[in-house]
């Protein structure tokens, strides 16, 4: 009868009919009145929700301090029913770590196991110890259950602290749990889940694991088995730990165990291609994972199915699609998968978050801080809510709440090297160096994959070198404009290029990079290396006339500043795609006026005050008015440039005598004529009448001395000048008479009878004729 009874109790827990196993299940235990009975009749009401009735049932037959599995089950119910610390008066305040080193004998249990029945020389097999081997398995076997269960009770202490908010305990207490039984999921999902280890923390943890001890129902695959749980464990590390030995896992994973499709295994993958700013293919991954749930022809039966694609799969995918969703400017995917989300899952936090997303990629600030808002009281441990949320306050400027909103981050997430990086980018927008130095400092230790203590520290000399050590280029790029602000321009330099050099060697997208190449380009340009800072700018052109997304802003890593597209590191000022194309063509003409190339630049500088003038306001057309200032300034110094090529040849052959007697007569007048066509040349160039007399005056400053030939020279060039003016002159008023006029009146006399015209000629300045350009 009790076989039957317990037979008809499974049966109806396996078809969800809760009710009819709580109804046989409590006949089963008034027949048996065992144990093990009552934790199975618990166990139906903790799966039907019922936590008081089933602690009510575990405190009656005093089961708790008698069973380690109902102590864990009751904890459970406290824990569900948000009282913990009744709960930690149940598990205790501490581990059983002397559960540490029985690694090994369960190692050797399961080679006992395999050796239950030996087989003899002649074929025979003997069980001449088989019945001591198997009442040692009974207890091995319990003692391997209550090893398990107290794994899973330092699980649920770490739940306990971590809802304290004590994360240094639990962080403890998960390692613990995972330490005990290597099986201990839960535990080591928590650790990866909520960043709780650095990823050089998290890659020496899983190295330290005892994978011997899995054990596996065959004796013989106990080793693959272990192998096999240690790459499941390895595709949940951070991407930035060590993108070679997670390639390898989740390649391994895919095509010899056939998980290719798995939704895990694709997550895996579009994390690490995220981390690579190519947010495009890791989009196509994470609509993969979103759209397996229904076929292809099922959907074209039934096109109301579409919309449940996006429901019903784990939550780790949402944030992660949201965000490439982001980076890729679709504003009405986002639109239409956040009304999705609120109609079929209003209580989940991930729909909060969608909604919050859309708002800020179409510049609704304070609805989408809202939203952040509600998604974080929902899940007070989601770390892309928090990040949202900061992210609202950095868009407005507003830098003091942004950086308590990142210091909250960082104290939930004490793994993550993100909250420490845009914290150190709002100290880098207040000019705070020395913070913003120290913040991204740490968060290049955290990012990187070398061991504790290994760390390089990032100094200010170039000549301590940097080895590539792995992490987020990001951080390099940051820390670079840091060393740029503080006037340390070679190691900015270093900074750079290896920030450039780590984003190749992760296969990062080219276009993502080209505001630390324009960052480069600038440090060079300031330590004087206008060629090498010319080839930057123009492959930063190159890149961006390919059609590649300009800009890397991670929605849990970036400014999350632009409206509906990518944007920007702070390094470049915050500037969208049209704004960067148009201070890359402004920093290409700054750099050719250095290399004396004014043409060119007067050419690069107009198309920058095109690009910045049609952005439509905002920080890229404010980049427009030092384009325009650059442009005013090449101008000029074109316009002096083309009067210079423009003078004809002084005639060496006209007679000494008559040069020395205009001289006397028609200085004055040709100098007052030179002014007044150099201001109409002025006016028609398109400049002012007031920059035409500040080059005047600057002339006038001059107190270069001039040798005697340069001014006989300049005289001579005058004479004839006012020759041609008065040729000219008189042809328009006499035509048929100026010749025989001409010919009759010294040119002293006609000068003086002439009005004044505007010559083709206007008198150098004197740094102009001494070949150089003023600035």
Not at 197 to 223: G, K, R, T
Not at 676 to 701: F, I, K, M, N
């Amino acid at each position: 009868m009790e076989k039957f009874l317990r037979s008809w109790r499974q049966d109806a827990l396996n078809r969800g009919q809760h009710d009819a196993a709580i109804y046989i299940g409590d006949k089963v235990l008034a027949l048996t009145n065992s144990d093990s009975d009552a934790f199975w009749l618990a166990q139906v009401h903790f799966s039907n929700n019922n936590y008081t009735r089933a602690l009510a049932l575990l405190s009656r037959q005093d089961l708790i301090t008698r069973s380690t599995a109902c102590r864990y089950l009751a904890a459970h119910c406290y824990i569900k029913q948000n009282q913990f610390d009744q709960a930690l008066s149940i598990l205790g305040d501490h581990n059983p770590t002397h559960l540490f080193r029985c690694s090994n004998s369960r190692r050797k249990l399961q080679h006992l196991n395999s050796r239950s029945h030996v087989t003899l020389r002649n074929g025979k097999t003997t069980a001449s110890r088989s019945g001591r081997i198997n009442s040692n398995e009974e207890r091995e076997r319990e003692d391997a259950s209550n090893i398990r269960f107290e794994a899973a009770m330092c699980y649920l202490r770490g739940l306990c602290f971590a809802k304290q908010n004590a994360f240094d305990r639990a962080r403890d207490c998960y390692k613990d749990a995972v330490r005990i039984d290597v099986q201990c999921f839960e535990a080591f999902d928590q650790l990866m889940k909520n960043s709780l280890m650095s990823p050089a923390e998290e890659l020496e943890f899983l190295e330290s694991l005892d994978f011997d001890s899995v054990s596996s129902p065959d004796p013989s695959v106990s080793q693959e088995a272990a192998h096999f749980t240690k790459m499941l464990y390895t595709t949940r590390l951070s991407k930035y730990s060590s993108p070679a030995i997670l390639s390898d896992a989740t390649e391994t994973l895919s095509t010899h165990y056939n998980l290719a499709t798995n939704p895990d295994i694709l997550l895996s993958r579009a994390e690490a291609l995220y981390t690579q700013c190519r947010f495009a293919e890791a989009l196509e991954l994470t609509s993969s994972i979103l759209s397996s749930s229904q076929p292809s022809s099922e959907l074209t039966v039934t096109p109301h199915l579409s919309v449940q694609n996006h429901l019903g799969h784990p939550p780790a995918v949402y944030p992660l699609h949201l965000a490439c969703l982001y980076e890729t400017g679709a504003t009405n995917a986002l639109f239409l998968l956040a009304h999705t989300l609120a109609d079929h899952a209003p209580e989940e936090s991930y729909t909060y978050l969608a909604i919050g997303v859309y708002y800020l990629s179409v510049s609704k600030i304070a609805e989408a801080r809202r939203f952040f808002s509600k998604a974080s009281l929902l899940d007070p441990h989601s770390a892309p809510a928090w990040i949202g949320f900061a992210h609202t306050f950095a868009a407005e400027g507003e830098h003091d709440q942004a950086i308590a909103a990142y210091s909250t981050a960082a104290r939930l997430f004490q793994g993550s090297h993100l909250p420490q990086l845009f914290l150190g980018m709002q100290h880098l927008a207040l000019n705070n160096m020395s913070l913003a130095h120290e913040y991204l400092s740490a968060a290049y230790a955290m990012s990187t994959g070398s061991a504790s203590g290994n760390v390089p520290v990032i100094s200010a000399e170039p000549s301590a070198g940097l080895p590539l050590l792995g992490g987020d280029p990001l951080v390099l790029n940051e820390l670079g404009v840091v060393l740029y602000h503080q006037d340390h321009l070679d190691a900015a330099v270093e900074l750079f290029r290896q920030s450039l050099s780590l984003a190749a060697s992760l296969n990062c997208e080219a276009g993502a990079w080209v505001a630390t190449r324009a960052n480069l380009g600038h440090a060079l340009r300031r330590i004087g290396r206008f060629n090498d800072a010319l080839a930057e700018f123009d492959e930063c052109l190159r890149i961006g006339a390919g059609g590649a997304s300009m800009g890397y802003s991670p929605f849990l890593g970036g400014s999350g500043g632009s409206a509906a597209g990518v944007s920007l590191s702070s390094g470049v000022g915050g500037y969208e795609d049209r704004g960067l194309i148009g201070s890359l063509h402004t920093s290409r003409g700054l750099v050719l006026l250095e290399l004396g190339r004014t043409t060119d630049a007067v050419t690069a500088l107009h198309e920058a005050v095109r690009v910045l003038g049609a952005s439509g306001g905002g920080d890229a057309a404010g980049g427009a008015g030092v384009a325009g200032t650059l442009l005013s300034r090449a101008l000029e110094i074109w316009a002096l440039e083309g009067r210079e090529k423009d003078k004809s040849p002084p005639e060496p052959e006209l007679p000494k005598a008559s040069t020395s007697g205009t001289r006397g007569s028609t200085r004055p007048r040709d100098k007052g004529k030179g002014k007044q066509a150099s201001e109409d040349v002025t006016r028609r160039r398109g400049l002012s009448a007031r920059q035409a007399r500040h080059e005047e005056e600057y002339d006038a400053t001059q107190q270069e001395p001039e040798s005697g030939t340069l001014e006989e020279r300049m005289e001579m060039e005058l004479d004839d000048e006012a020759d041609g003016l008065l040729r000219r002159a008189m042809g328009r008023v006499r035509p048929g008479r100026s010749a025989r006029r001409y010919g009759q009146k010294d040119p002293e006399t006609l000068a003086n009878e002439t009005p004044t015209s505007t010559g083709t000629h206007i008198r150098p300045s004197r740094s102009t004729r001494n070949g150089k350009h003023r600035p």
